[in-house]
């Protein structure tokens, strides 16, 4: 069984709650995974071999410590990156959960942790959806702080772009002009009615207050870069 198997398994079980189901363990997770029972069966055995899990009398299952700590872990990925993909990118949850579906077994720990403080430190709170009837629900602890945006900051400020909040409009706009994630811009001059302009890539573009009110951004030292 490869990893991203072994883990999806593994995340499902804590997921939606499927140890001590008993004699309907199989098709359970038959239906989750969408995998025939026996095939289910033949994987929770392998699982069982390599320290993942236990079988219990009567078909129900419980997870070892090894396995409930990379089940947690790779849970934790899944609800961190649906979150920044919905708060900030914009995605509907449906292809923001595919996405963390894939993303989550190729992605280091210190990315995720980097995402999660990120989203932390702005008193991001978001539902995590999964594949099957419920819901998890993720917390990030509530602050005063909010995202920084453009419109925080002043002219001459060296900003960084992170991302976009969710919202309408803007954002293909926005691509067309370089304005994207990890992208360098300057703040020009405040305009009339806050609208903003900013110099990115060597050119000097004007952007409305709506739009920058939901490019997030992180202030930068003062360079000559730009």
């Known amino acids: 069984m490869d990893q991203s198997d072994r883990e999806d398994y593994l995340e499902a079980v804590i997921m939606h709650s499927a140890e001590g189901r008993g004699a309907e363990t199989l098709n359970f997770l038959s239906g989750l995974m969408d995998r025939d029972a026996d095939q289910i069966g033949a994987d929770l055995r392998v699982l069982?071999?390599?320290?993942?899990?236990?079988?219990?009398?009567?078909g129900s299952i419980s997870l070892t410590e090894e396995g409930r700590s990379t089940g947690e872990s790779v849970l934790k990925k899944h609800?961190?990156?649906?979150?920044?993909?919905?708060?900030?990118?914009?995605?509907?949850?449906?292809?923001?959960?595919?996405?963390?579906?894939?993303?989550?077994?190729a992605a280091s720990e210190a990315t995720v942790n980097k995402i999660g403080n990120l989203l932390s430190g702005s008193g991001?709170?978001?539902?995590?959806?999964?594949?099957?009837?419920?819901?998890?629900?993720?917390?990030?602890?509530?602050?005063?702080?909010?995202?920084?945006?453009?419109?925080?900051?002043?002219?001459?400020?060296?900003?960084?772009?992170?991302?976009?909040r969710h919202g309408p409009g803007g954002g293909r706009?926005?691509?067309?002009?370089?304005?994207?994630?990890?992208?360098?811009?300057?703040?020009?001059?405040?305009?009339?009615?806050?609208?903003?302009l900013?110099?990115?890539?060597?050119?000097?573009?004007?952007?409305?207050?709506?739009?920058?009110?939901?490019?997030v951004v992180e202030k930068l030292p003062d360079t000559d870069s730009l």
């Open 48 to 58: 069982e071999k390599e320290g993942d899990l236990v079988i219990e009398e009567g």
């Open 124 to 164: 991001v709170r978001c539902r995590g959806r999964r594949h099957g009837p419920g819901f998890v629900e993720t917390h990030f602890p509530k602050k005063e702080c909010r995202f920084d945006v453009i419109d925080d900051f002043s002219e001459g400020d060296i900003l960084k772009v992170v991302g976009m």
């Open 79 to 105: 609800r961190i990156l649906e979150c920044f993909f919905t708060e900030m990118l914009g995605m509907d949850p449906d292809t923001a959960s595919k996405e963390a579906c894939e993303i989550e077994h």
């Open 198 to 215: 900013v110099s990115v890539k060597g050119s000097e573009v004007a952007i409305s207050p709506e739009i920058a009110g939901r490019v």
């Open 173 to 196: 706009r926005l691509i067309d002009l370089g304005i994207i994630p990890g992208e360098e811009i300057r703040i020009v001059r405040r305009l009339p009615g806050r609208s903003v």
